[in-house]
């Protein structure tokens, strides 16, 4: 399982498009936290909060889904379909194959995030904790789902175009169900990771348990599916 977990996590550091993703995540994290300084006083930020943070929490919250998809949608079913899923699974369980892949893309965006809070924290002067477990908790639900994307469609193009179109309109659905004052749209914000990161506080643990139901149903799918 850690061979899995280790190959997939510096194998994402391996592609052009990691690169940019990694460049496009720091920049943005650490201009945003310097231009911060210059309205600190005006906005009234407070120790320990997240303002400073607000270029990383808007990638994460904004593009977060469509990062995942554009570097992670072939995570399983790339070895599906070029057939060496057929000798991992002589190797190890399922489970463990599961579980190594999903733990290698986390571990990815594990460094990203808290290098990004780093660099953020030059500038708030303390290390935003709080920030890192938030994102990382959303980012478990983001790839709970894109894991569920890449057992059930059979073929790397078919998980990127649909993880993409998803990831531009799974959002916009979210924050409409969130603030919309509409009965026939408002039940749909218990099921996006959205609406408990805008709760804040414990709250921000029901995502846990939302990426490990996404996790659970993921290795059942793939128990039963063909390789």
């Known amino acids: 399982m850690w061979a899995i977990c280790m190959n997939e996590f510096k194998g994402h550091f391996k592609s052009v498009k990691s690169i940019v993703v990694i460049a496009i995540i720091f920049g943005i994290s650490f201009l945003l936290a310097d231009l911060m300084t210059t309205v600190a006083e005006q906005i009234d930020l407070g120790g320990g909060t997240d303002g400073y943070a607000i270029g990383t929490l808007m990638i994460v919250f904004g593009l977060g889904f469509l990062f995942i998809a554009g570097l992670s949608h072939d995570v399983m079913n790339r070895e599906i379909s070029s057939r060496t899923m057929r000798f991992l699974v ?98 749909f914000k218990y099921f996006t990771p959205y609406y408990y990161s805008t709760l804040g506080s414990y709250y921000i643990l029901i995502n846990l348990v939302y990426a490990v139901i996404l996790f659970v149903i993921a290795r059942e799918i793939f128990k039963r599916r063909d390789l």
């Open 90 to 187: 002589t190797k190890t369980t399922r489970t463990k194959i599961l579980l190594g892949k999903y733990l290698g893309v986390w571990l990815f965006w594990l460094f990203c995030i808290t290098v990004s809070y780093i660099l953020v924290s030059f500038v708030s002067k303390e290390f935003l904790w709080l920030g890192v477990v938030d994102c990382m908790l959303f980012l478990s639900v983001a790839l709970g789902l894109n894991l569920i994307f890449s057992i059930v469609l059979p073929k790397p193009g078919m998980s990127m175009f649909f993880g993409i179109v998803f990831a531009l309109i799974f959002p916009a659905v979210s924050f409409w169900a969130i603030y919309a004052d509409s009965i026939y749209t408002n039940w």
